[in-house]
């Protein structure tokens, strides 16, 4: 009697580990933003980070460092993403420089939408400057 109650016990006690221990899928549609179906993570900023590749490597660089570049014939200096000056411009006001351009850096309202402009400024905040 003793020992058929041990091995009940010790089935109950396994069937409560592996019930307590298995990944159930969600049944709603509603999925994390930051996953796909199948759990890999989503790279939010990938849009931006072509336009970034496309329409401003070319003149901040791969580290988004900028430096001395040769642009049409002239040679410029073109200021880090990552220094104080610009952590410090408001979101508004790299927008509105990235749209209408400044000093010697091309407006791009005719290149991107306001939108991806905005996509453009919360990559940097985020993946360059860490805000």
């Known amino acids: 009697m003793k020992i058929s109650l041990l091995v009940l016990a010790c089935i109950a006690l396994g069937l409560f580990t592996i019930s307590c221990t298995e990944t159930v899928a969600p049944t709603n549609s509603a999925a994390p933003a930051t996953a796909t179906p199948t759990g890999t993570p989503v790279d ?14 070319s003149c901040h660089g791969p580290n988004y460092e900028g430096g001395k570049v040769k642009v049409e014939g002239k040679q410029l200096k073109v200021p880090s993403l990552k220094a104080e000056h610009a952590i410090k411009h408001t979101d508004d006001q790299m927008i509105k420089m990235i749209t209408n351009g400044e000093e010697a850096m091309p407006a791009f309202k005719d290149k991107l939408k306001p939108e991806e402009i ?12 860490g805000k």
Request: some cysteine; overall charge positive; aromatic content about 12%.
């Open 44 to 57: 939010e900023f990938a849009a931006a980070r072509k336009n970034y590749q496309k329409n401003c490597e």
């Open 118 to 129: 905005r996509d453009l400024v919360k990559f940097v905040r985020k993946q360059v400057q």
